[in-house]
T-cell receptor, first 113, second 112 residues
Framework: KAGVTQTPRYLIKTRGQQVTLSCSPISGHRSVSWYQQTPGQGLQFLFEYFSETQRNKGNFPGRFSGRQFSNSRSEMNVSTLELGDSALYLC????????????FGPGTRLTVL | SQQGEEDPQALSIQEGENATMNCSYKTSINNLQWYRQNSGRGLVHLILIRSNEREKHSGRLRVTLDTSKKSSSLLITASRAADTASYFCATAPTDSWGKLQFGAGTQVVVTP
């Protein structure tokens, strides 16, 4: 079974721009969660989508949004980028029917200049 | 905000030695999980222990959970250089699906 894939792997943007990150979960998994990892704040939960609906949300401003498609692929969008948005963005997939392990992708490294 | 606090923040040991790291958390949990991360890459799931379990083994890993103290420990026996990584505990709250709350992590360096 193929693992979780994320594209792109690296991204450089400037302040004020917007960015879209993509995540393809493991086949059959219906839940996709997004996390932001920074040296200062560590790993923080952004949101979780299950069957195209946002089921959980973390404490991030509205500039961070996401969506999930019918094939369970998910995208995350960050608008009006700030320097502090520079981070490793990780997505994780899960069957969504139990509180079990999550399978993480390799991450997208976003640098905001 | 992060749920867990991990101790120590960093650990340096030699191959063959055991490595122990601890995690404390604050709220009621469904389970507690341990993950490994190599050099800013994706997280790899190591082991999951449910709230009604006290100890679990997987290969060279041993995890304990004390829900009365809201704490867990991860023991890696007979460490290898390949175990060099950051280790994170993550809790799955009872009221949330698909939402893990991570600790700050323990950076482990195993020297040959």
């Amino acid at each position: 079974k193929a693992g979780v894939t994320q594209t792109p792997r690296y991204l450089i943007k400037t302040r004020g721009q917007q960015v879209t990150l993509s995540c393809s979960p493991i086949s059959g998994h219906r839940s996709v969660s997004w996390y932001q990892q920074t040296p200062g704040q560590g790993l923080q939960f952004l949101f979780e989508y299950f069957s195209e609906t946002q089921r959980n949300k973390g404490n991030f401003p509205g500039r961070f949004s996401g969506r999930q498609f019918s094939n369970s692929r998910s995208e995350m969008n960050v608008s009006t980028l700030e320097l502090g948005d520079s981070a490793l963005y990780l997505c994780a997939s899960n069957t969504g029917t139990g509180v079990d392990e999550q399978f993480f992708g390799p991450g997208t490294r976003l640098t905001v200049l | 905000s992060q749920q867990g606090e991990e101790d120590p923040q960093a650990l340096s040991i030699q191959e063959g030695e055991n490595a122990t790291m601890n995690c404390s958390y604050k709220t009621s949990i469904n389970n507690l999980q341990w993950y490994r991360q190599n050099s800013g890459r994706g997280l790899v799931h190591l082991i999951l222990i449910r709230s009604n379990e006290r100890e679990k083994h997987s290969g060279r890993l041993r995890v304990t959970l004390d829900t009365s103290k809201k704490s867990s420990s991860l023991l890696i026996t007979a460490s290898r250089a390949a175990d060099t990584a950051s280790y994170f505990c993550a809790t799955a709250p009872t009221d949330s699906w698909g939402k893990l709350q991570f600790g700050a992590g323990t950076q482990v360096v195993v020297t040959p």
